[in-house]
């Protein structure tokens, strides 16, 4: 049906939808925009409550601001969707993606993992993986860690 009516579905990248999805990428941030006006201008004018009823007073004025041709058009754009433009879609997963560790893994040693059987091989291997993994971790990790 949908081809039919020449529209196009197209399926989306698992969690990327933040920077290829239309909406996403330029809509959604022009309709913050227009509805934050009304809400300054409210605490501006001292009515310290915008409520739903006042929500539903603007809702019209920020959808015919935000949902206009151009700034559609130019969100499909902006996402490299419509005109297809790989080299967009692929700039921006390769900004968003995991970064290169700053670090390696320290080789395992045989006997580092096996099951402590007494109290100075627990402690022994206790201090081992401190002084190889807490420079590793971030604070709040590396104090739970030192805790424990």
């Not at 019209?60 to 490299?80: H, N, R």
Request: proline share 9%; with cysteine.
């Amino acid at each position: 049906m949908a081809a039919a009516n020449n529209i196009f579905l197209l399926k989306l990248p698992l969690h990327l939808t933040h920077i290829l999805q239309p909406l996403d990428v330029s809509v959604f941030q022009t309709y913050k925009h227009y509805h934050n006006l009304p809400v300054h201008q409210a605490f501006r004018s001292l009515q310290f409550e915008y409520n739903y009823s006042c929500f539903l007073r603007d809702l019209l004025k920020i959808q015919e601001k935000t949902f206009t041709e151009k700034i559609i058009v130019s969100a499909w754009a902006k996402a490299g969707l419509f005109p297809p433009d790989q080299e967009i879609c692929l700039k921006q997963m390769k900004k968003y993606s995991d970064p290169e560790p700053e670090y390696e893994l320290p080789p395992p040693r045989d006997d580092f993992f096996r099951t402590p059987k007494t109290i100075p091989h627990t402690l022994e291997l206790g201090q081992a993986m401190q002084q190889k993994w807490s420079p590793m971790l971030s604070s709040p990790s590396r104090r739970a860690f030192e805790s424990w």
